[in-house]
């Protein structure tokens, strides 16, 4: 008989957390992809909560969440396009947390001949690749980049914006650009190009990707506990591993 009432219990609980449990649509910057896809079945396995990306470029998955996307959270890699939301109360109060950083590097093809070892070396390419420099923050970046430089007059009409920084890497990938400027993370998941050079960081804009829960989700806890997951210990290994610099400290602890 108490045999047949823990197992009464157990399936209770069972039932509880199943129908406590929720699934979260995250929108998520492109560059984000490898390290969030390998944090899914570690979130599932420490919440109980299933989540479903939605990745893109910062800019378009914004403009998706004004309009009424039902996304539970939403991973940026630009500050601004957060900045947007927060001003129109799709974000949830205090969840907005800097979570990474990166870094700019020019990329070309692997079997690329010839020099590129700095911005005025991009002057004498015939095709650049960059995500859409009037919209996608990789682009913005690189192209504050590039205006700082003083070359950006000289290179502007030789870019070929893609969509996000992901299609501006395949560009490079498939030998259609000369070179593209794209984030380290990126570049370093690829084996198809090589690190021609990395932007030095005093000459290039400041990265933040911040995350916050979204208001206007149908898995409102999901995408909050999405948000403090992403602060752990764990995830924090996975983002330093696949590149980004992590930002602030790990969830309940003080920065170090």
């Known amino acids: 008989m108490r045999a047949f009432h823990l197992s009464c219990a157990l399936l209770l609980f069972l039932v509880t957390v199943s129908a406590r449990a929720e699934k979260a649509l995250v929108f998520a910057a492109a560059s984000t992809t490898n390290a969030l896809q390998e944090l899914a079945p570690a979130f599932t396995k420490a919440t109980g909560h299933e989540v479903a990306f939605a990745f893109g470029a910062s800019s378009d998955l914004a403009r998706q969440a004004t309009a009424g996307a039902p996304a539970d959270a939403f991973l940026s890699a630009d500050a601004l396009k957060m900045d947007a939301l927060e001003k129109v109360g799709l974000v949830q109060p205090g969840t907005r947390v800097d979570l990474l950083s990166n870094r700019l ?3 070309v093809p692997l079997g690329a001949k010839g020099q590129v070892a700095g911005a005025a070396d991009l002057k004498g390419l015939k095709r650049l690749a960059l995500a859409d420099p009037a919209a996608v ?4 970046y690189a192209k504050a980049w590039l205006e700082k430089a003083g070359v950006w007059k000289d290179v502007g009409p030789k870019v070929v914006p893609a969509l996000d920084v992901r299609a501006a890497l395949s560009a490079v990938e ?3 650009v ?11 998941q690829s084996k198809k190009v090589r690190v021609a050079f990395a932007v030095p960081e005093t000459e290039a804009p400041r990265i ?9 989700g149908k898995a409102p806890e999901a995408g909050q506990a999405f948000v403090r997951f992403l602060r752990s210990d764990e995830a924090r290994r996975v983002f330093s591993r696949h590149g980004f610099l992590v930002l602030g400290a790990a969830a309940g602890k003080p920065a170090p």
């Open 105 to 107: 590097v020019v990329v």
């Open 137 to 140: 923050p990789a682009g913005v």
């Open 174 to 176: 498939a030998g259609r």
């Open 178 to 188: 000369d070179a593209g400027v794209v984030y380290a993370t990126d570049a370093a």
């Open 208 to 216: 933040v990707y911040p995350v916050a829960a979204l208001t206007k």
